[in-house]
């Protein structure tokens, strides 16, 4: 079935780094979600991508979708103690939607 | 309003014992959806309710059952719980059930089976 993958699993950042993590399907998406959880909270919807090569900012949030539809990022620009978290992409399966493991970002301050 | 509701938010059980967690929404929503979060695996979907009256499999139902109660309610029952299903559950909801639809969680049960 298809599959959704996220890479790096874990990544830590010093406050005011970058960040990067990826996420890779084994199949064309027709659109991509991306959650932010918080350490002990729930999944927050943060944003879909749905045209290929659609990129959307929201602050220091940058997120793409690849060209073939197949792979999607999201970049933080000047990281803070506030995003740290897991952060899930998650593409359609059937009628449903199938999560990635997520990563977890850590932020030294 | 208060959107996703869970009960309870911890629950400690022995192995063969049943219980039914519970979920609600206030936002008017057709679709439910009961996931389960384990470590490094991300969250996967038990089963759903894509309206009122109708569920059906998600990707690990087996040793789960569900209720659509009503259109705000949907519960999941455990009926003879094991270790292996020491986890974190997660309920949410969205509009229409249609891909693309935000889904909006509630705040989990966290269940851990001796």
């Known amino acids: 079935g298809q599959q959704v993958m996220q890479i790096p699993q874990y990544q830590h950042v010093q406050e005011g780094e970058d960040f990067t993590t990826y996420c890779n399907s084994s199949t064309t998406l027709s659109n991509i979600q991306w959650y932010k959880q918080r350490p002990g909270g729930h999944p927050v919807f943060l944003i879909q991508l749905v045209k290929s090569g659609e990129v959307k900012k929201q602050k220091r949030l940058t997120f793409q979708f690849g060209e073939a539809k197949k792979n999607s990022s999201l970049h933080i620009t000047a990281t803070q103690t506030t995003d740290v978290g897991t952060y899930f992409c998650a593409g359609p399966r059937g009628q449903n939607f199938v999560f990635g493991p997520g990563t977890r970002l850590s932020v030294l301050p | 309003n208060a959107g996703v509701t869970q009960t309870p938010k911890f629950q400690v059980l022995k192995t063969g014992q049943s219980m039914t967690l519970q979920c609600a929404q206030d936002m008017n929503h057709n679709s439910m959806y009961w996931y389960r979060q384990d470590p490094g695996m991300g969250l996967r979907l038990i089963y759903y309710?894509?309206?009122?009256?109708?569920?059906d499999k998600g990707e690990v139902p087996n040793g789960y059952n569900v209720s659509r109660l009503n259109k705000r309610e949907f519960s999941l029952r455990l009926e003879s719980a094991a270790p292996s299903q020491t986890s974190v559950y997660f309920c949410?909801?969205?509009?229409?059930?249609?891909?693309?639809?935000?889904?909006?969680f509630g705040p989990g049960t966290r269940l851990t089976v001796l």
């Open positions: 309710s894509a309206s009122e009256g109708t569920t």
């Open positions: 949410a909801s969205s509009e229409t059930g249609f891909l693309g639809d935000t889904q909006y």
